[in-house]
């Protein structure tokens, strides 16, 4: 009698960072994930690491801007979580600020407002996105990318 594998082994990758809850924080936190991921085998301008991007952004801007608390940082953590033929990046931006935002009630701004845009664009480009307690004061906003198919590495442009 064989037994079959119910799915393929996923394997997960983490990067945790701490930065500074200011403008400057939240660009470093966006290009150290670009970089990251990088690393990790997505290439910068690909689609993937378009969407992480921009999901980082966003939730580093929120909690520098919104999530700020004096003398206190943000902390981006990424899981990279790959199947054989999948991929998908969960984001999240944690912070010190006890206010929280509801994902029910999230909703573009006017388009003459200055901002309040950041959570649905991340909402409109992740599979799921969401707020949880963390150890400690304050909150994680996380998102998780939908999951993309890797190229087949038995391919044509395989031997």
């Not at 290009?31 to 990251?36: G, P, Y």
């Not at 580093?60 to 199947?83: C, D, T």
């Amino acid at each position: 009698m064989t037994t079959s594998q119910v799915g393929p082994p996923l394997a997960v990758q983490e990067s945790t960072h701490t930065f500074p809850a200011t403008r400057l924080g939240a660009s470093l936190a966006r290009r150290a994930a670009v970089a990251r991921l990088d690393v990790w085998g997505v290439p910068p301008g690909s689609p993937l690491s378009d969407t992480v991007a921009l999901i980082v952004a966003e939730l580093a801007a929120n909690a520098a801007r919104h999530g700020r608390v004096p003398g206190r940082n943000f902390e981006l953590r990424l899981l990279h979580q790959q199947a054989r033929t999948t991929v998908a990046v969960r984001v999240e931006v944690s912070d010190t600020h006890p206010r929280r935002p509801d994902p029910t009630t999230v909703t573009m701004a006017d388009p003459d407002a200055d901002g309040g845009r950041g959570l649905a664009l991340v909402a409109a480009v992740a599979d799921d996105w969401g707020v949880e307690d963390r150890t400690g004061p304050g909150k994680t906003v996380w998102a998780q990318t939908r999951p993309i198919t890797l190229p087949d590495p038995s391919g044509p442009d395989r031997p």
